[in-house]
Structure formats: structure tokens, C-alpha cells
């Protein structure tokens, strides 16, 4: 059985940071690359980042790059996104999937960038 477990989400002031983790089982990890997704209320789930199996390969969404960065620890099973200089526009529930539309995803962490 698939499961993702994503965790490190909070409450975060504009510009702070936050990383986000993913815990993976019930498949190849390491063979399989790995998204991150985020959703807002009312609004349809939206591609935020990708990273390939080895790690080697990353694209993200215009709207974090230069400011998210995505990783991967195949020896751990746990894919990362690594938040900065927040905005108040990232507030949204994560989630990490095994496809960039979210169909497969896991429950989500909430991010809110508030002061």
C-alpha cells in the first residue's frame, strides 16, 4: 500500500522559512520521482515542484522559484521542500505526490504565512 506522510508545516511570519518533509512507503522510492503539490481553499490543487528519482534533475512553479527548493534522501525514503522568504500567497495545504496533479497524494500539511 502507498503511503505518503508529509509533516512540517506551522504558522510562519512573511519571509520566514519552513521545510517541508515527505515520508514515503509501499513503492520503489528510489526509482520514482516525487512532486509537490499545494491547494487552497476553493481553488484546485497546483503543481509546485518536482524532483527526479536520483535527485539530480528539479523544476519548480514561476511562483516559488528562486525561493523553494526541492530534495530527496533515497536512503530515507523522505522527499523535502525547503520554503523561503514566505509570502502570504504560499499559505495553502502541501502535499507531496507521485504525480504532479495530486491524484495521488498524501494528507497534507498546512502552511500559513501570517504576521
Known amino acids: 500500500e502507498v503511503q505518503l506522510v508529509e509533516s512540517g508545516g506551522g504558522l510562519v511570519q512573511p519571509g520566514g522559512s519552513l521545510r517541508l518533509s515527505c515520508e514515503a512507503s509501499g513503492f520503489t522510492f528510489s526509482a520514482t520521482p516525487m512532486f509537490w503539490v499545494r491547494q487552497t481553499p476553493g481553488k484546485e490543487l497546483t503543481w509546485v515542484s518536482t524532483?527526479?528519482?536520483?535527485?539530480?534533475?528539479?523544476s519548480y512553479h514561476p511562483s516559488v522559484k528562486g525561493r523553494a527548493t526541492i530534495s530527496r534522501d533515497n536512503s530515507k525514503n523522505t522527499a523535502y521542500l525547503q520554503l523561503n522568504r514566505l509570502r502570504s500567497e504560499d499559505t495553502a495545504i502541501y502535499y507531496c505526490a507521485l504525480d504532479p496533479r495530486g491524484i495521488q497524494r498524501g494528507q497534507g500539511t498546512q502552511v500559513t504565512v501570517s504576521s
Open positions: 524532483v527526479n528519482p536520483s535527485g539530480s534533475a528539479t
